[in-house]
C-alpha cells in the first residue's frame, strides 16, 4: 500500500507519503516523505489560533509541501500530457469554490506532475477547526478526481493515538506487538480523554474534559504569564527553573470518583494568583507560577489515567497528542505505571509525532481503512468510538 496522507485540522499544514508491506498490524512501513509546515508564527500575535487565517495559510501551503512531499519520496515526475484544459475543470472548480487561492495555485502545479501511484490519499475530515479541515479535504477531493485515487477519512485523533506506538525496525516503522485492552491517555489542544482499546479499531471514551482541554490550559496560562502562543513548551522551559510547592494550585477533579476532567478552573486560578502578586512578576515568580501549574496538570493526568487503567484491567498504556512532548507527564506517567501496572507498557510519541503530523494520518490510514465514496466533510467535532 502506498499512501499520501494530508492533515489541515488544525495550523499546522503536512503532507506524508508511506508504503507498507504486510497485512495489519504485521506491516512494515517505510516512511517516503514527511514534510510540515508550521503556522504558529502567525498566530503567535493573537496568542492562539485564529481560523480564518489557518484556512488562508493552509491554502498557500499545500501545493508547494506535495511538490516537496512528491519530490522527497522520488515521486515527482513531469506528465507530457497537459490536463489544464481537461474536461475535469468544473468540478475542480466546484471542488475549490471556496479556495480560490488554492485553485490557482493548483492548476499552475498540479497538471503537470505525472500521475503517482498511490493506493489511496488519507486525509483527516475532523476533529479540528472546519475551515481549516476544508482546506485540506478539497485538496484531497481534487487530487483524487485528477489522478482517480480513492480517497480515506481520517479522525485525526486517531492519528494521535495510533503514532505512539509505531516502533523502528532497521529504515521501518511497524506497530508495537499490542496486548489489549490499551488505555490511551490523548491530550491535545483541543482534547484531554481516555480511549479504553479492546483491540484494533475498537475506540470508547471513558474519560474527557468537562470543558478546556489541558494544552488549550497550557496556552492559556501561557498568556497570562506573557508567553507566546503555542504555550505548552514555553511553560514546560519555563517550569524547569520554577521551584516546586511555592505555590499551591487546586487539582480539578482528583477526587471526583470519575475519570472526568476539568481545567477551565486550573486557568482561572493561576489568573487569580498572578492578580495578588506584586507587578510586574519577577522571572523567579513566572517559573514558580509555570511549575505549580504544570505539577498540577501531570498531577491530574497521571492518577485518572491509574483510575482508569484500574477500572478497564489495561495491559497496555498510550500517551498521545501535543502535550505527549511534556517531559515532566511522560516521566512522571512512566513511573506511576510502572509501580502500579508493573510490566504494562507506555507508548508515547518519538521525535515530531507527539504534536500535528501527517505521519500518523498515513499510519490511522493503514489501520484497517476502507476508502469511502461518500461525499467528505469537515467535522469539528468527530468523536472516536
Ligand atoms: O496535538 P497538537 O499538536 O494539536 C492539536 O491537535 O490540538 O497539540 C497542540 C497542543 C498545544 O496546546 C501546545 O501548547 C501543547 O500541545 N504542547 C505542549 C508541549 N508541546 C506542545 N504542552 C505541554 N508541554 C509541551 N512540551
Ligand atoms: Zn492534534
Redesign the pocket.
Known sequence: MRILAIET??D?TAIAIVESEGAFPALRIRVLANTLLSQAEIHRPYGGVFPALAKREHAKALVPLLTQALKEAKLWKKTSRHVIEHPMRPALQEIFEREPELFSAFLADVPEIDPPAFDAIAVTEGP?LEPALWVGINFAKALSLIWNIPVIPID?MEG?LLAPLLETEGESLRFAATEFPVLALLV????TELILMKGWGSYEVIGETRDD?V??A??KVARILGLPY????E??RLAETGTPGRFDLPRPMLRSGDLAFSFAGLKTAVLYLVERLPKPLSDGDRADIARAFEDACVEVLVAKTLEGGGKSGARTFILG???A???R?RTALASAIESEFPGAPLYTPGKGL???NALMIAVAALANKRATKRELRAQGNMRLG
Open positions: 485540522s488544525c499546522e479540528g485525526h494521535h491535545s489542544g483541543g482534547h482541554a494544552g488549550e497550557f496556552d503555542p504555550g505548552g513548551p511553560i514546560a497528542g501535543g502535550v512532548a511534556n517531559v507527564l507527539a504534536t500535528d
